[in-house]
């Protein structure tokens, strides 16, 4: 849960100040370093590539749902990246 609202708040975070919290909040979680261990230990040995998969997936959606609801919470949020890597042509 702290992994989530951690990656939430990144993904609305108006300046590096709160970026900053918000990435020690999804630190708190835990949820990186720790999820491929529990596996390792409890799954069953034909099941664990099953595990680690769904396990991952337990991280990317979150951070990629994060991601996409931006753009709804944030009318007209404009990407932080300079313009040389946001894929569009840089202004002069």
Do not use: K, N, Q, W
């Amino acid at each position: 849960m702290l992994y989530s609202l951690g990656s939430a708040v990144c993904a609305l975070a108006p300046g590096a100040a709160v970026l900053g919290a918000g990435r020690r909040v999804s630190g708190l979680g835990g949820l990186m370093p720790v999820g491929p261990a529990v596996v390792a230990e409890f799954a069953p040995p034909r099941r664990a590539a099953l595990a680690t998969g769904h396990g991952g997936a337990g991280a990317a959606v979150p951070g990629a749902a994060a991601i996409s609801l931006v753009p709804l919470a944030r009318p007209g949020h404009r990407s932080t990246l300079p313009p040389s890597h946001s894929g569009r042509p840089s202004r002069p």
